[in-house]
């Protein structure tokens, strides 16, 4: 604060000593001892005004607090006992004039804009500030105010909180209203400072109580939605991402997961084709029917036909009963035909006709029976390719594709592995009865750079693997496999290998940096814009970031 101050002299020489020294301490004790006790920010004002009334025998003060723009003082707490209608203000305080610039002619946004104390013995005969606002509001009662004090109130950082008005001060107890003196000035200066610490302190505390509530109750509906989803996906184990594309994908599933139309799931191997299929029941109207599973990669025609459809008794050699197939124990479930894209095109034909008029015949059988089965297929072949190449029927994939949902590779949601991780080292620990490992900087920055082209199922075998080779309570580099130790491919952001010996603070600051930055960026598809609209910075300050940390886009394979 200051020094420099605004004083206009009393009409008598001024008393130079101080007013009972001791009383002065006393009070200054008192207001430190209820400060500390008190935390509302009201209650500290209250107290803050009392006391400096009591210290400078005031019939009336006010504390005037900033607004969150930082144009407007408005007032807090008032008191007058003589004139409890006086006591207030009709209107906040304006710093800013209309046409610009701050309004120095109020004497209380003077205070606060340039952290002067205004100390006036007669405000009616004063000329140098502009109280014809006051003369308005007291025109309607008999108070009049004849010294006016205004001490800036700034925290211990110099951040302006407000100021506080007191209104005809007196040095001796009954005396005229008049200026305070310089000592005396002094002594409500550093009771002025002392108010605004604490005045910042309740502040801050009550900022933090309603951060507090906030967080209690944004923890509260977090909890409620946690429960509903796991109530809800119930089946969805491994379903785990919060990723946009991935996102994206579940956003679809649980659109279609109450209709009764075919889905179609796309995408690479490993990506969790069957487990999305098992969400998707588990979602739906036949969540209490049976979901049956069938790979049609892993069997030869004929068998995949007798398995699916089933067989009458003698239908080929070995047939020694009638078996039912795959589409009657789904009756009024799920059939998950898995790697439909590899199924033979002569069995497609029988699938076409399941699809479009629910009928299946068993292989030897003359007669069709009709069953209620949902659909859902999977691959990850390219069909459209295959319809090309004679080797799929493009009325099947029409019929299977009312609904596609493409699942996207694990290399396109990298933001996803921490949580894949520790889902999976869970379940593996769990399996044999161990407590997870921590992970040290040099494995989750490995897991984060390479290029999964299993998926989440390599991610899975990894981590299977690393758990069984770690002896200790930490995976080190060494338990992963050799390929994962180097990918050339994708350099290291930070020439530190471990921030933790090597940089100390600043170099895991700038670790953790570059990895979120090449998430973004791989997210996006290196699209720098769009990266830097994530990140919420500039594109200038994005490139800037990626030249430093020498992040460089992988080679296409």
């Known amino acids: 604060m200051s020094p420099a101050n605004v004083t206009q002299a009393p009409a008598s020489p001024p008393d130079l000593s101080v007013r009972d020294p001791l009383g002065v301490i006393e009070e200054l004790i008192e207001l430190t001892t209820a ?6 920010l009201e209650s500290v004002i209250s107290a803050v005004v009392s006391s400096a009334r009591r210290l400078t025998q005031a019939d009336g003060g006010r504390v005037l607090v900033l607004d969150r723009t930082g144009r407007e003082l408005y007032c807090m707490v008032a008191q007058n006992d003589g004139a409890p209608a006086a006591a207030g203000l009709g209107q906040p305080v304006a710093l800013y004039r209309a046409g610009g610039g701050f309004h120095m002619e109020d004497p209380s946004a003077y205070a606060a804009v340039t952290g002067r104390v205004v100390n006036i013995a007669d405000v009616r005969a004063y000329s140098g500030f502009d109280f014809a606002e006051l003369y308005r509001q007291e025109a309607r009662g008999p108070f009049r105010t004849r010294s006016f004090m ?11 909180l407000g ?8 040095t001796e107890p009954g005396g005229p209203p008049v200026a305070l003196t310089p000592q005396f000035e002094r002594i409500v200066r550093a009771f002025a400072a002392h108010a605004a610490v604490a005045i910042s302190n309740a502040r801050l505390f009550e900022e933090n109580r309603q951060l507090i509530r906030q967080l209690d109750r944004a923890n509260a509906d977090l909890t409620l939605e946690n429960s509903r989803l796991r109530s809800e996906i119930g089946v969805g184990e491994g379903v785990i991402g919060d990723s946009p594309a991935f996102q994206a994908a579940v956003a679809l599933l649980r659109r279609a997961a109450p209709a009764e139309v075919p889905v ?5 191997t490993g990506t969790g084709k069957e487990v999305f299929a098992k969400l998707l029941h588990g979602l739906g109207p036949r969540k209490g029917k049976a979901l049956v599973v069938q790979n049609c990669a892993a069997l030869p025609e004929n068998l ?5 459809f089933g067989y009458r008794k003698g239908a080929f050699s070995g047939a020694h009963a009638d078996k039912k197939g795959l589409v009657h124990e789904a009756h009024g479930g799920t059939l998950f035909l898995d790697e439909i894209g590899d199924m033979p095109l002569g069995l497609q034909a029988k699938i076409l006709r399941l699809l479009g008029q629910g009928e299946a015949r068993r292989v030897g059988d003359t007669r069709t029976e009709i069953v209620d089965v949902r659909i859902v297929a999977a691959t990850n072949a390219d069909l459209p390719a295959k319809i090309a190449a004679g080797q799929f029927r493009e009325d099947l994939y029409y019929r299977l594709s009312v609904f596609p949902i493409t699942l996207p590779a694990l290399r396109e949601r990298p933001s996803d592995i921490p949580a894949l991780i520790e889902h999976f080292l869970g379940r593996a620990c769990q399996a044999i009865g161990r407590t997870p490992p921590a992970l040290s900087p040099g494995v989750l920055d490995a897991l984060m750079k390479w290029r999964f082209p299993g998926n989440v199922r ?6 299977e693997r690393a758990i069984l080779l770690c002896d200790e309570g930490r995976l080190e580099l060494g338990h992963l496999p050799p ?9 290291a952001p930070v020439p530190p290998a471990d921030p933790q010996t090597v940089g100390g603070l600043r170099a895991m600051v700038q670790c953790y940096e570059a990895a979120l930055i090449e998430v973004q960026l791989r997210e996006t598809g290196w699209n720098q814009s769009r990266a830097a609209d994530l990140l919420k910075i500039s594109r200038r300050s994005l490139v800037d970031k990626v030249q430093r940390y020498a992040i460089r886009q992988p080679e296409r394979a």
Do not use: F
Not at 35 to 40: K, V
Not at 458 to 463: F, I
Not at 483 to 491: G, I
């Open 304 to 308: 995949l036909e007798s398995e699916l």
């Open 150 to 160: 205004v001490l800036p109130l700034r925290s211990l950082e110099g951040v302006t």
């Open 458 to 463: 390599e991610l899975k075998n990894v981590v």
């Open 163 to 170: 100021v506080l008005q007191l209104i005809n001060t007196r």
């Open 264 to 268: 179609l799931l796309l995408g690479e």
């Open 483 to 491: 390929e994962l130790r180097s990918d050339p491919a994708v350099p």
């Open 35 to 40: 400060l500390s006790t008190e935390r509302r």
